[in-house]
């Protein structure tokens, strides 16, 4: 059932990225491009997406568990430090750059256009190497604590 439901869920975002616009990278550079030729029209999806996720986002909340019974696990760090200003700032490079960010391209790749493969295989990679650092940091992390206490 769970997975039904993701599937459906998934399906109307998609719809909803592309008839917002959203999948297409020229749309989203112009609005994006405000010394040039601004486009605004991607303030309006934002705003939409606001005025439905505020109210939904309260409601959620409240509850312990899905409309289907699957736990919630909303994030709980509220703590804005060099990672998360250092991994916005990645985000919103290749955002600009490239106009897709990860679920438009995903929707995107239904189109069988080239540039939604190659920014996703970027994308996955980029995913693999934080993977990658993130072991490495953290195995660092215990040899300097197990040097410390013995």
């Known amino acids: 059932m769970h997975i039904v439901t993701a599937l459906i869920a998934g399906l109307i975002f998609g719809i909803g990225l592309i008839v ?19 486009n605004p029209s991607l303030a309006f999806v934002m705003a939409g997406a606001i005025l439905i ?6 409601f959620i909340g409240k509850r312990k568990q899905s409309l289907t019974g699957a736990p919630l696990r909303m994030p709980t760090n509220t703590r804005i430090d060099r990672r998360l200003i250092a991994g916005a ?11 897709y960010c990860p679920g438009p391209v995903l929707a995107s790749l239904a189109t069988g256009s080239m ?6 295989i970027a994308m996955l990679a980029g995913m693999a190497i934080f993977e990658i650092l993130e072991h490495v940091a953290a195995a660092r992390k215990r040899t300097a604590s197990s040097g410390r206490g013995g």
């Open 115 to 120: 540039k939604p493969v190659l920014f996703t």
């Open 53 to 58: 996720g505020f109210p939904v986002f309260r």
């Open 20 to 38: 917002s616009g959203m999948t297409d990278p020229a749309k989203v550079t112009g609005f994006l491009d405000l010394a040039g030729n601004w």
């Open 89 to 99: 700032l990645l985000f919103g490079a290749g955002w600009g750059l490239a106009g």
